[in-house]
């Protein structure tokens, strides 16, 4: 017995023994028609009903009869084929999504989910554990960001890859998502690089405690706040917090992310005929992103922005490898098995036993700086990039005390070049002066001695 014809055997019960009452004087048609739930006009009906025909006089006879709106069996036959054909790994809001998108659908999630659920396509979903309190989601967006690696075998028949993700807390919207053959440190600064490029620094960013992000001394327990690595160096000279997280359950907002894109992203990335990293990381970027912010993200609790823009770029210089190197007798360093050769400058002669500053940056690219002072650029290989040549940043730190003979301030050679010759002019005021000219008249040696 179904619910509807249960509830009908309720309502006859109920109206026989209500009719007695009201025939025993007890309640009027009033009253009796409020207890059922009807109006007095309809319990008049049934009462006329009931007696001319007994209890058949109260069935409905809309039971057995199909609705008028029922879904159409030549629409969901074809909706059933669809998904044994083309879509037997997906979910059921995600196969109606394509329906809808691809295959011009028009009925609705729930009658599509039960249909394939009588057919033995898709099994009801397990009933969830009891409810736990989440914590509550950062008001503003730019508070707080998430970033973490999952391995999956996004691409369809190749080895597992790393999606790196970087997410907002307070909507859940991916600000950069990427996939690499191994999560680590360049991985680490090419999504805040991407992120802080578009939208600028944010306050804060949350991740597990891999060993690319922290140094833990001892496993299990706490991380350590003075021994940093190069994503947890460059963190604090932006003045970005950076949290640990100590169980995946702590970062609970990035773990359901990621159980959502491994659910839906593979297959995406198989409709979409991708099969290289390189096609695959183009289209996340261009397509995917987009699509699943505006599927997925949430509008923030409070309006505006924690954002803040770097004017002056500096996350360009932070945000990739840094090291130190000592400059060997040859002016040269050793970077990654080569050796780079530092260029003439007019900072010094030379750079030997000097400690130089080397970034790498994601795209392989080197830089060596002394101080603040960038003396050379190098390509992934080791060659020198050469630059268009530039003004000066050498400036004189005041005017000259007084000016040259010509009128004008000479042009001093450059530190680095080579010495005079010996046999060139010899500048003013270093001739040798006449020995006439260096005693007074009338006392020549000579004249001074006796006859």
């Known amino acids: 017995m179904n619910r509807a014809a249960f509830h009908e055997g309720v309502r006859r019960m109920r109206f026989s023994s209500i009719l007695d009452r009201h025939h025993g004087g007890e309640l009027t048609q009033i009253e009796a028609a409020e207890m059922l739930g009807i109006d007095e006009r309809t319990f008049r009906r049934w009462q006329v009903r009931f007696e001319a025909e007994g209890d058949a006089g109260l069935a409905d006879l809309r039971l057995g009869q199909p609705s008028p709106r029922r879904a159409s ?62 914590r509550p989601r950062r008001p503003l967006i730019g508070m707080m960001l998430h970033q973490d690696g999952s391995r999956h075998a996004w691409l369809e028949g190749q080895a597992p890859l790393d999606l790196i993700v970087t997410l907002d807390d307070a909507t859940g919207a991916l600000y950069s998502i990427f996939l690499v053959a191994e999560e680590g440190t360049a991985s680490t600064f090419q999504g805040l690089r991407e992120v802080v490029e578009k939208h600028g620094l944010f306050c804060s ?54 159980r959502t894109l491994q659910d839906r992203l593979p297959k995406e990335l198989r409709l979409a005929a991708i099969t290289t990293i390189e096609a695959a990381n183009a289209w996340l970027r261009e397509t995917y992103m987009a699509e699943h912010n505006a599927r997925f993200a949430i509008t923030p609790l409070e309006e505006g922005s924690a954002f803040v823009p770097d004017a002056a770029a500096a996350w360009r210089e932070i945000l990739c ?66 630059s268009a040549p530039a003004a000066s940043s050498l400036a004189s730190c005041s005017a000259p005390s007084r000016p040259s003979p010509s009128g004008g301030r000479q042009e001093r050679p450059a530190l680095t070049a080579p010495p005079r010759d010996a046999s060139g002019k010899a500048r003013a005021g270093t001739e040798k002066r006449a020995s006439s000219r260096t005693k007074k008249p009338g006392t020549d040696s000579c004249a001074a001695m006796p006859a």
């Open 205 to 258: 960013l949350y991740t597990d405690r891999g060993s690319h992000y922290f140094h833990t001394p001892k496993a299990g327990e706490k991380v350590s706040r003075t021994q940093l690595t190069q994503v947890g160096r460059a963190l604090a000279h932006l003045g970005i917090e950076h949290i640990a997280a100590y169980s995946p359950q702590a970062r609970g907002r990035s773990e359901r992310a990621f």
């Open 73 to 134: 069996s030549q629409e969901i036959e074809r909706m059933l084929g669809l998904y044994r054909d083309r879509y037997a790994d997906f979910t059921v809001k995600q196969f109606h999504e394509h329906l809808c998108k691809r295959h011009n659908y028009l009925l609705g999630y729930t009658v599509t989910k039960v249909h394939l659920q009588r057919a033995g396509l898709v099994r009801p979903a397990v009933k969830r554990s009891a409810h736990r309190k989440k």
């Open 321 to 386: 490898l840094e090291e130190e190197r000592i400059v060997a007798n040859d002016n040269t360093i050793s970077w990654n098995g080569m050796r780079l050769q530092i260029p003439a400058s007019r900072l010094r002669p030379h750079f030997v036993k000097a400690s130089v500053r080397v970034h790498e940056y994601p795209d392989g690219t080197v830089s060596v700086f002394l101080g603040p002072h960038l003396l050379a650029r190098y390509t992934a290989q080791g060659g020198q990039i050469v």
